[in-house]
């Protein structure tokens, strides 16, 4: 939610903003701004309301001057998305800018206590209270023997000290050239360190192409920074530890190449990503995955008896489908809690009782939330985290990396897959701890081996399937329906189709359509099955046919060489032969292109759909 970039060096400033906005723009787009210092004490501020590139064609030929700036691209919470509403927020003087992600929630007071004192708003926002409040502060050590720079410094500490709520900020003052201080409390904030230039963003794919030297912020570090130099301090005073990462992807990998949506590079991108998770994580000798990073010992692990699998939206769809796997493998009780609920709700869990949280962005503010309530309670959390050096992947307890490359579009896909494919690797390995055989891990290991090969013959039908998506072009909602192993693939695809393409769409358990769904049936309303060769699947025919017989068009996803599907369903989408409990990781792939290029052909923004934003760090 909002993205945030501030440059200082020896480059001319705006470019390089604007362009770190546009790879940050899927973290927030309804409006965006930079601020940038020149020399002459100045700050010149330019602000749009809406996509990235309204704001480039107002900076246009014509860009603010200045080797120093800030930036910031726009997921509304207070006030509309307006050109007021847009950061950088300035202080009382005009002097001091801002760009804050996150959520201020005592503004209201704070902004009447300002008022009354006779300063003056010109947004709804509450980030430009901050802005006003280091202003004052800083106004106030006028006086001071400090250095303006570290009067700037005491003024965002002093300000931080009066706010509730969360922030990732960069601020810079005119009377300061070359300086940016910024600080963080439950929104990321990353440090790039380039040669005569330094960098303060909300993540690393806005600076890779500068730097692939980073340090990831922790809650309460304040950072201040020149082009040559950069000093870390925790908010309240005191140094802190940080360690300095390289980036683990290319500029390349974050942009969408010949692909027309990052979407569909994403889908594209899943041989390689799913042979990623499980790539040196197989053993054969022990017909077995091997899983270092939870750190945990053999017996540790033999003591496990209860797993509960917290995330959020997809992420929450790949535990439900983990919890099937894990269960079918290992018989590990298991269960999934959605994380927003899980923080609030109290669960009963016992010392043996493994927590898993689930991110592809690992900054999801309520997974996070969630990760920190399970710690207090003196739990292990493991993480199943795609960004490298996320918060939950630094705060978690152990852990293992997806290494899918970057997600860029808003509706997730690739991180889906990945996610399932190292649920099944968890419960492989806790399976053959307990009552799976030699020969049953063995055949699991060459059923994931098969499985790239297999999601690319299912990429190789995106023409059928657009076909497909064209003919149901007028549907106003889609039913999504599967059993065991394909319910959560269900739920999945409902929300890829209702998140880009608008419609109403739901995911249901197909035994439940008689006990209520079923009403909704009509000619209009099409169903897709997911309804491979498994042994669920004489079941799955029978809800089938109950919607086929109330004239209900169905379109069927299911396994290569059942022609039965052609009789009964209008159209018909094969995936491979695979063993049920790995058909999600084949079954979601027609559904997330179904949901491509049906919202392609709506002329739906797939990449950045309305009202969302990429990585959810606001409550
Ligand atoms: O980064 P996370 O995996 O924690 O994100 C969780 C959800 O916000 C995310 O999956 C969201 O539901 C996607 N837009 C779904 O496509």
């Given at each position: ?293 939870l750190?945990l010992t053999p017996q540790e692990l033999r003591d496990v008896d ?46 043996n ?77 806790l399976?053959?701890m ?186």
């Amino acid at each position: 939610m909002c993205g945030i970039i501030g440059y200082v060096g020896k480059e001319s400033a705006a470019p390089i903003l604007l362009e770190g906005l546009r790879k940050l723009e899927y973290r927030g787009y309804d409006s965006s701004g930079i601020a940038v210092m020149n020399g002459s004490n100045t700050i010149h501020t330019r602000k749009k309301k809406g996509r990235l590139q309204n704001l480039r064609d107002l900076v246009g030929e014509n860009p603010p001057e200045g080797e120093c700036g800030i930036s910031h691209t726009r997921w509304a919470t207070h006030g509309e998305p307006t050109d007021e509403n847009a950061h950088p927020h300035l202080d009382q003087s005009g002097k001091l800018a801002i760009v804050h992600n996150g959520v201020i929630e005592n503004y209201q007071p704070l902004r009447k206590a300002l008022e009354a004192e006779g300063h003056v708003f010109h947004s709804q926002t509450d980030s430009e209270v901050l802005a006003h409040l280091v202003g004052k502060k800083y106004e106030a050590s006028a006086e001071s023997d400090a250095t303006p720079q570290m009067r700037l410094v005491a003024a965002v500490r002093d300000a931080l000290k009066l706010i509730s709520g969360t922030y990732g900020i960069v601020t810079m003052h005119a009377d300061i050239p070359g300086f940016l201080v910024g600080a963080r409390l439950g929104s990321p904030l990353v440090v790039g360190l380039g040669k005569g230039e330094n960098f303060l963003a909300s993540d690393v794919s806005a600076i890779v192409s500068h730097t692939s030297d980073a340090i990831y912020l922790s809650d309460r570090d304040l950072v201040y920074m020149t082009d040559s130099d950069f000093k870390i301090e925790h908010v309240e005073g005191g140094s802190v530890e940080f360690e300095v990462s390289r980036v683990d992807f290319t500029p390349e990998q974050a942009e969408k190449g010949e692909y027309p949506h990052y979407m569909l590079k994403e889908i594209f991108e899943q041989p390689t990503t799913i042979a990623n998770v499980f790539r040196g994580r197989l053993s054969d000798d022990e017909a077995s995955a091997k899983l270092g990073g939870l750190n945990l010992t053999p017996q540790e692990l033999r003591d496990v008896d209860r797993i509960v699998l917290v995330g959020c939206g997809t992420a929450s769809h790949a535990a439900m489908a983990g919890e099937y796997i894990i269960e079918h493998l290992s018989r590990i009780p298991t269960e999934v809690e959605i994380a927003s609920e899980f923080r609030y709700r109290n669960l009963p869990m016992d010392k043996n009782t493994l927590i898993f949280v689930i991110s592809q962005s690992g900054e999801t503010i309520d997974t996070l939330a969630a990760m920190r309530e399970g710690q207090r309670k003196g739990h292990r959390v493991l993480s199943i985290v795609n960004s490298v050096g996320s918060t939950i992947a630094r705060e978690s307890d152990g852990g293992s990396y997806l290494y899918s490359g970057p997600e860029i579009g808003v509706a997730a896909t690739k991180s889906f897959t990945s996610q399932v494919m190292m649920m099944s690797l968890l419960g492989l390995l806790l399976g053959r701890m307990r009552n799976l055989s030699m020969r049953e891990g063995q055949r699991m290991l060459a059923e994931i081996r098969d499985l790239p090969a297999k999601v690319e013959m299912i990429l190789q039908q995106t023409e059928k399937i657009r076909a497909i998506a064209l003919k149901y072009i007028d549907a106003q909602g889609m039913l999504f329906l599967g059993r065991q192993f394909n319910f959560p693939t269900a739920m999945e695809g409902a929300l890829k189709m209702k998140e880009i393409s608008y419609i109403f769409a739901s995911g249901h358990a197909s035994a439940e359509l008689k006990h209520g769904v079923i009403a909704l049936i009509t000619e209009d309303l099409p169903s897709v099955f997911i309804i491979p060769k498994d042994s669920v699947y004489d079941k799955n025919v029978s809800s089938l046919e109950e919607v086929k017989a109330r004239k209900g068009p169905v379109i069927a996803i299911t396994t290569e060489g059942n022609t039965d599907m052609e009789d009964i369903a209008n159209d018909v989408i094969y995936i491979p032969e695979v063993d049920e409990c790995l058909s999600p990781i084949l079954s979601v792939i027609p559904l997330q292109l179904l949901s491509y290029h049906f919202a392609v052909a709506r002329e739906c923004d797939v990449d950045k759909p309305r009202n969302l934003a990429k990585s959810v760090t606001v409550e």
